[in-house]
């Protein structure tokens, strides 16, 4: 079973950065997209980023120029870099893999919270 396991969230000021991490027990092969989701209470899962084992990326209108989406297929891992942090980017963040489709596989979610 694939088990997901994130970090690096916690609190920051807005125009500050964070850089959360996801590792996977998957190997890269069997894993064709990564990526992020964040969640506020009483709102629907949003989708932030992704990226595929080529690469390629894509990212949410909100965080584009702002977030940055990476791999290591060596380590396993996808890390997403967040600059110039804003007070609405304030919520739970969840990493997500999948063969076929983002989101077969889920982490247990971290914190992100943007406040002075």
């Known amino acids: 079973q694939v088990q997901l396991v994130e970090s690096g969230g916690g609190l920051v000021q807005p125009g500050g950065s964070l850089r959360l991490s996801c590792a996977t027990t998957a190997t890269s092969n069997s894993i064709t997209i990564m990526g992020w989701f964040r969640q506020v209470p009483g709102k629907q899962r949003e989708f932030v980023a992704r990226?595929?084992?080529?690469?390629?990326?894509s990212y949410a209108g909100l965080v584009k120029g702002r977030f940055t989406i990476s791999r290591d297929n060596a380590k396993n891992t996808v890390y997403l870099q967040m600059n110039s942090l804003k007070p609405d980017d304030t919520a739970v963040y969840y990493c997500?893999?999948?063969?076929?489709?983002?989101?077969?596989?889920w982490g247990q979610g971290t914190q992100v919270t943007v406040s002075s």
């Open positions: 990226i595929t084992n080529d690469g390629r990326t």
């Open positions: 997500a893999s999948g063969t076929y489709y983002l989101g077969q596989q």
